[in-house]
């Protein structure tokens, strides 16, 4: 999040540097940092890190998934039997 406020702060910079408008970088920089803000970001290392522990999760879902139809076919034979 702060690397693209940055990052549109510096392009902003580069065009208003040869003019007086030093107060409208200032004004510009705060109000994407307070829009950026609101929008209630995550960094992309959060992302992955959320994106690791939801993969993992499927995994073991997955897996008592299995075991749940194993035990059930289990169950259903012992009652044939």
Same mark, same amino acid.
């Given at each position: 999040m702060? !690397? &693209?406020? !940055? =990052? &549109?702060?510096s392009r902003f910079s580069e065009l208003i540097a040869a003019s007086p408008a !030093?107060?409208? =970088?200032?004004?510009a920089r705060a109000l994407l940092s307070s829009g950026?803000? !609101? #929008?209630?970001?995550?960094? *992309?290392e959060e992302f992955d890190v959320q994106? +690791? #522990?939801l993969n993992r999760? *499927? =995994?073991k879902l997955a897996a008592l998934e299995a075991r749940v139809a194993a035990l059930e076919a289990? +169950?259903?034979e012992r009652r044939k039997s």
């Open positions: 702060n !690397k &693209i406020v !940055k =990052e &549109i702060s !030093k107060d409208v =970088e200032k004004n950026f803000a !609101k #929008l209630d970001l995550v960094t *992309r994106t +690791a #522990l999760a *499927r =995994e289990e +169950a259903d």
